[in-house]
């Protein structure tokens, strides 16, 4: 019997230095809505305690990863008016640092 094909999705590794965490929450719950429209979504969120190494100087406190169904979903999705919207009023003045680690494209899980 021949194997499934999975289907594949284009992730982005990001990490960012939150310097206002309801600020944050708040731009995340008005963010949500239209990630989900995009058919993007979060896929790991982490805080972070210490940051080891890195290739930049740029702090970081939070790194997660976000997915779409392709590269030009995520494109969509951060050109959005809506999108832009929300990140001016809470993104903006509560993120620092923003430092995409990497970009890829993977097969969906099950």
């Given amino acids: 019997m ?3 094909a ?8 990001v990490g960012v230095e939150v310097k206002d965490d309801a600020g944050y929450r708040l731009y995340r719950a008005g963010m949500i809505p ?11 969120d982490f805080v972070v305690s210490a940051v080891l190494k890195s290739e930049t100087e740029a702090p970081m406190n939070r790194v997660f990863t976000m997915h779409f169904p392709d590269e030009s979903a995520g494109d969509r999705f951060f050109a959005d ?10 993104f ?19």
């Fill in 34 to 44: 239209i990630l989900h429209a995009h058919g993007g979504d979060f896929g790991y």
């Fill in 6 to 13: 999975r289907s594949m999705r284009h992730v982005r590794l």
């Fill in 92 to 110: 903006t003045p509560s993120v620092g640092a923003v430092t995409t680690i990497s970009s890829f494209d993977e097969p969906s899980p099950r």
């Fill in 81 to 90: 008016p809506a999108y832009l919207a929300v990140r001016a009023r809470f």
């Fill in 2 to 4: 021949a194997a499934e």
